[in-house]
């Protein structure tokens, strides 16, 4: 009898773990199936698509729609542009937040909570409020339509949350390995740098990945203090693109997939802090 009921819970356990996969799989194919179409589009030629339709199965292959949106559509000049923001913002951004986070969580620092709440209650504030104001005092500070004027924007606006979430991270390291580093004569620098830090990297690596990807796709800001062409990052130039190829949909899917591409070879060179970070905070 309990030889039967161990077999019966296996078949169940069995059947739930396939049918665990097979729906995990079913979603993970609607949600390739855009990202595929995307690809196969930017590969196809403007003939093969006015032809034999969008959704059809592809009859030519060819790599000059990326030169023509790289080139002609002037992903190349957005994309540096990209980058020249999006660098900066992520190690000025963590590693303010960093140290913020040392201090607010190691010390005890007059008001902590309610710089804590601060920060927080300033992530939770909606974006479009704050779009004249931000316009306004770049304006006023003469760095209205320039890059850095859009780099000081998202360290404003990033610090904030990545501090909150070092916070808990360094909070739960334990304190004896501080206390055991001050008795070895280690001053506050010396114990950020060697212990605090290299304990945080888990941590580090998950929000490094989610901020160069929120950074490096963000439009609001960017629409906001930036003016020029010249200066408009990626997401702002496949606007344009749209604009210059309207029904050229291999163009635009090109300029799409060169777009995506910086993003997921992030994502993918942190994947495993990523993921690490990501259960370091739920089992904290």
């Known amino acids: ?17 396939a049918g665990f996969h097979l729906g995990a799989g079913a979603l993970a194919t609607l949600w390739l199936l855009p990202i ?48 020249i923001v999006t660098v900066p913002c992520v190690l000025v951004t963590l590693a303010l937040a960093a140290m913020a986070a040392f201090a607010l969580s190691r010390y005890e620092v007059p008001f902590r909570r309610f710089l804590l709440l601060l920060m927080l209650g300033g992530n939770l504030l909606p974006p479009q409020i704050l779009l004249i104001p931000v316009s306004k005092l770049s304006e006023l500070l003469g760095v209205y339509d320039t890059l850095p004027a859009l780099i000081g924007v998202q360290i404003g606006f990033g610090v904030g949350f990545y501090v909150f979430v070092l916070h808990g991270f360094m909070r739960a390291i334990p304190v004896e390995i501080q206390q055991a580093a ?3 004569g280690a001053g506050p620098w010396q114990i950020f740098w060697r212990i605090i830090l290299p304990l945080s990297r888990p941590a580090l690596a998950a929000l490094s990945a989610l901020s160069f990807t929120w950074i490096f796709n963000d439009l609001l800001w960017a629409i906001t203090v930036l003016r020029s062409d010249t200066k408009m990052p990626i997401t702002a130039a496949l606007i344009g693109l749209q604009g210059q190829y309207v ?10 997939v060169i777009a995506a591409a910086p993003t997921v070879a992030v994502f993918l060179r942190f994947q495993r802090h990523f993921v690490a970070g990501l259960n370091l905070g739920a089992v904290k």
């Open 182 to 184: 001050v008795v070895d």
């Open 36 to 83: 595929a179409l995307v690809v196969v589009t930017s590969l196809r030629s403007f003939d093969d698509i006015s032809v034999h339709g969008l959704g059809s199965w592809p009859h030519s292959f060819t790599l000059g729609n990326f030169q023509q949106a790289w080139n002609d559509g002037g992903q190349q000049r957005a994309l540096i542009n990209s980058l």
């Open 247 to 256: 029904s050229m949909w291999n163009v635009i899917a090109a300029g799409s």
């Open 1 to 17: 009898m309990t030889e039967l009921r161990s077999s019966v819970a296996l078949r169940r356990r069995r059947a739930a773990t």
